[in-house]
């Protein structure tokens, strides 16, 4: 199944941007679907998760209050809502999914999740 992301762009900090990331095929409707950001010459981490069905939310501390995380079933798409932002959000954003239902203390993980999108930039101004 390939994930593709999109939303990317250049914003001043204080400004928004709204990632999507669409599956190509409805195979995740009892998974779990996050991102995760990478800043050059960093590794991947964990931004927010949530499980398709809604029950389970999560996200990293650094972005709690800022970004959003949510999916419209019919469209078959996840978001992420991105407000305030910070040149320090400034890295590469993966979609990342997984079939299984992740409990709240694995969802940061990226072992756990098998598919992956292709990254979108985000790149913030000061």
């Known amino acids: 199944v390939q994930l593709q992301a999109s939303g990317g762009g250049m914003v001043q900090a204080g400004g928004s941007l709204r990632l999507s990331c669409t599956p190509s095929?409805?195979?995740?409707?009892?998974?779990?679907l996050g991102w995760f950001q990478q800043a050059p010459g960093k590794e991947r981490e964990f931004v927010a998760a949530?499980?398709?069905?809604?029950?389970?939310?999560r996200y990293a501390d650094s972005v709690k209050g800022r970004f959003t995380i949510s999916r419209d079933i019919p469209k078959n798409t996840l978001y992420l809502q991105m407000n305030s932002l910070k040149p320090e959000d400034t890295a590469v954003y993966y979609c990342?999914?997984?079939?299984?239902?992740?409990?709240?203390?694995?969802?940061?993980?990226?072992?756990?999740?098998?598919?992956w999108g292709q990254g979108t930039l985000v790149t913030v101004s000061s």
């Open positions: 990342a999914a997984t079939t299984r239902g992740l409990i709240y203390s694995t969802m940061d993980y990226r072992i756990a999740y098998d598919s």
């Open positions: 095929a409805r195979t995740f409707s009892s998974g779990t």
């Open positions: 949530m499980r398709w069905s809604g029950t389970t939310t």
